[in-house]
């Protein structure tokens, strides 16, 4: 189904040309001649996206924008202005707009921002969508699995799935945040053992000793402070799962130990001699490269090599930014559900940001800022002034220089000036600030671009 766009211009030339590009491009449009008109089809149909211009007779494009903005914030409103409006230009970002387009139109940078607004606001349906399959499932909102759709994570799924059921070790690498230890709840979850223990170690929480005695097991007596026997986490998970996070941690010594335990399915309490039969799955994590702690003399390889029998890689979230929307939605739902707070989703420059962030945390850091921007949040969207101001502005995509080749040196300031005006949110000291300029060398370079 081709996408529905409201198309608002009281120049009937300049909305008849608009038109035809459209359409060629496969876009089903609706004209509207005037603001008046815009607010009413926006009231009686529904579109997909409203590309308008600003300035028009009785009621502006900025009126209208902010009516269809109460109307149905989830809808994407561009807007289109003159090169000598730029102060305009920023207020109808400030008022909520998705972006706004220069005229006349580089018909490139049109098409880009159509197809950018459009998968956002594609986003926001899915969410909606997801939010009531969520709530179906779970009407608490929790819901510990695994959510993804892009292909990666759905080969990520079958793996799972897969290997879920052999009693295979699994390493499962990836970056920090991008959920090892989900896939590893899960693997146990979906396997024979999920009625037995499923045990955590964190390799890299405990000093050597500790950790030996801890995976292990102690005889009373065997070092100083062993008061009494104790059985050690392979015992505990006896029948089920040993989930060893961060095993790229573990200190070499204990890496033998470990392995002689896979090989032969016995413990050794430490101080004791006779070894314990254990039937136990290990599955191991870790966000370090093994093949290089290998090479680097850090890590056995012969460790390497049976925990190495199955890899699942769990793939950086800026690999799989279409799966966004889904988390978003889903995290925003369980802490709504936590700080009984009601709202409705993202208002779409807030889903823009979230798509375009690099997420060096992955999941988890989306995870934070989506409870972060709940807890910010005072209506029924969340807009981008609820996000870290990390996410908000570093997602600004890097500047393409080939198209500074048609441009002159006062169209680069001119550029540079309403980016991070956009960036900033119209705070003009912050601007002046970081393009190192002083706040009246920038007032005069925007009188200058009103009068040019
Ligand atoms: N695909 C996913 N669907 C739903 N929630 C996810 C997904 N991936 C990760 N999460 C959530 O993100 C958070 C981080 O995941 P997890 O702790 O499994 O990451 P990790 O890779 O073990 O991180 P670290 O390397 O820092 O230990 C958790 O709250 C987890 O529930
Ligand atoms: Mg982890």
Not at 307 to 314: E, R
Not at 427 to 439: D, F
Request: some cysteine; hydrophobic content about 40%; aromatic content about 4%.
């Amino acid at each position: 189904m081709s996408s529905k766009i409201l198309l608002v211009d009281d120049d009937h030339a300049h909305r008849n040309m608009l038109k035809t590009l459209l359409r060629s491009w496969g876009y089903e449009t609706v004209e509207a001649g005037s603001g008046e008109e815009a607010v009413k089809a926006v009231k009686q149909e529904s579109f997909d996206l409203v590309l308008s211009d600003v300035r028009m007779g009785e009621m502006d494009g900025l009126h209208a924008l902010e009516e269809i903005e109460q109307f149905n914030p989830a809808l994407p409103v561009i807007l289109m202005t003159a090169y000598s409006s730029v102060e305009t230009a920023v207020e109808a970002l400030r008022r909520g707009a998705f972006d706004y387009l220069i005229k006349p139109l580089d018909f490139d940078a049109l098409k880009a921002t159509l197809a950018r607004a459009l998968s956002v606001f594609q986003g926001a349906l899915e969410q909606r969508g997801m939010r009531e399959q969520l709530a179906a499932v779970s009407p608490s909102g929790a819901l510990p699995s695994i959510l993804g759709r892009s292909p990666c994570m759905r080969d990520l799924l079958d793996m799972i799935d897969t290997v879920a059921s052999t009693d295979a070790t699994v390493l499962i690498t990836g970056e920090s945040g991008t959920g090892k230890e989900l896939v590893a709840t899960s693997l146990h979850a979906k396997s024979a053992r999920s009625s037995k223990p499923f045990v955590v170690v964190n390799c890299a929480a405990l000093a050597e000793t500790l950790l030996e005695s801890e995976l292990f097991g102690h005889e009373k007596g065997a070092f100083t402070g062993a008061e009494k026997r104790r059985d050690g986490r392979f015992v505990q998970a006896h029948g089920g799962t040993l989930f060893l996070d961060e095993i790229g941690e573990m200190p070499v010594t204990l890496q033998a130990k470990l392995l002689r335990t896979l090989q032969q399915g016995e413990v050794q309490r430490v101080g004791q001699d006779v070894p314990i039969n254990v039937d136990v799955r290990v599955i191991a994590a870790t966000n370090r490269n093994l093949e290089e702690e290998v090479a680097a003399g850090r890590f056995r390889q012969d460790l390497f090599f049976r925990l190495n029998v199955i890899t699942i890689a769990v793939p950086p979230l800026r690999e799989r930014s279409e799966d966004i929307p889904l988390l978003a939605a889903s995290f925003l739902e369980r802490c709504a559900a936590r700080n009984k707070k009601k709202v409705k989703g993202f208002a779409p420059r807030a889903m823009d940001a979230l798509l375009r962030h690099a997420w060096p945390g992955n999941v988890r850091e989306l995870e934070n800022a989506v409870e972060r921007a709940l807890i910010m949040s005072k209506g029924d969207f969340i807009v981008p002034d609820d996000l870290p101001l990390s996410i908000t502005s570093a997602g600004h995509a890097p500047l393409d220089t080939s198209s500074l080749q048609n441009m002159t040196l006062d169209d680069v300031e001119r550029l540079a000036i309403t980016q991070m005006l956009k960036v900033t949110h119209d705070n003009k000291s912050e601007t002046a600030r970081r393009l190192g300029i002083t706040r009246s060398t920038l007032h005069s370079k925007l009188k200058k671009f009103e009068n040019g």
